[in-house]
């Protein structure tokens, strides 16, 4: 019973829900991508420039500049239906764990 006070604060810790960090538009991206918050996280907004749509999905390439993570060039291509949609149609990535691996890209609705 000694362990009682650290017990209650895993099980605290263990049940707390995760906070997802907001756009800079003030929705919020999902809790599975996103670490941190707006100013040290993983997401951020990326400029039209850095994607092209492609047959089927996205090509995104990103150089060092384009996200606060990204330290080299890096192209990714993501197929349509594992994009997530923008809330502000805008374009957000967000690079897990590592500016090798995205772990959540958004896009704003494809409209033709």
Same mark, same amino acid.
């Given at each position: 019973?000694?362990?009682? /006070? ?57 150089? *060092?500049? #384009? ?13 349509? #239906? ?14 897990? /764990? ?9 896009? *704003?609705?494809?409209?033709?």
């Amino acid at each position: 019973m000694r362990n009682l /006070p650290l017990t209650l604060l895993v099980v605290f810790l263990l049940s707390a829900p995760a906070v997802a960090h907001d756009a800079h538009t003030g929705w919020d991206y999902d809790k599975f991508c996103c670490n941190g918050d707006n100013h040290s996280g993983d997401c951020q907004m990326i400029s039209t420039k850095n994607v092209r749509i492609i047959n089927g999905g996205y090509q995104i390439s990103l150089g *060092p500049g #384009d996200h606060r993570l990204v330290t080299r060039p890096h192209n990714f291509s993501l197929r349509q #239906d594992e994009a997530r949609r923008s809330q502000d149609e805008e374009y957000h990535i967000c690079l897990y /764990p590592t500016e090798d691996t995205l772990r959540c890209f958004y896009a *704003p609705d494809m409209t033709f």
